[in-house]
């Protein structure tokens, strides 16, 4: 799936990595939501891709340790927005 998303997809995606049980590359993140709004990040971030991977930040265990499945995540996404 990843050369294949649009530009918003790409920005949940990115923005999902905030939410990994691993070492946040804040650089990366910055660097390529860098072109974007800040209040269209926040909106983003806060309305779509927090309430699809918060669960990875308060489980004991998060099962997401370095990336989210794109497609998963992206379905996710699309079921908030409805």
């Known amino acids: 799936m990843g050369n ?3 530009n918003e ?3 949940y995606v990115t923005l999902s990595l905030i939410f990994v049980d691993n070492a946040i590359d804040y650089d990366y ?3 390529m939501v860098k072109n974007y709004d800040i209040k ?3 909106d983003v971030l806060f309305n779509y891709v927090a ?3 918060y669960f990875n930040v308060i489980s004991p265990v ?3 340790c370095y990336f989210f499945d794109e ?8 079921k908030i927005k409805s």
């Open 4 to 6: 294949s998303l649009n």
């Open 9 to 11: 997809e790409r920005l």
């Open 29 to 31: 993140i910055a660097y």
């Open 40 to 42: 269209y990040i926040e």
């Open 51 to 53: 309430p699809a991977c």
């Open 62 to 64: 998060p099962p997401v």
């Open 71 to 78: 497609e998963q995540l992206l379905t996710e996404i699309v």
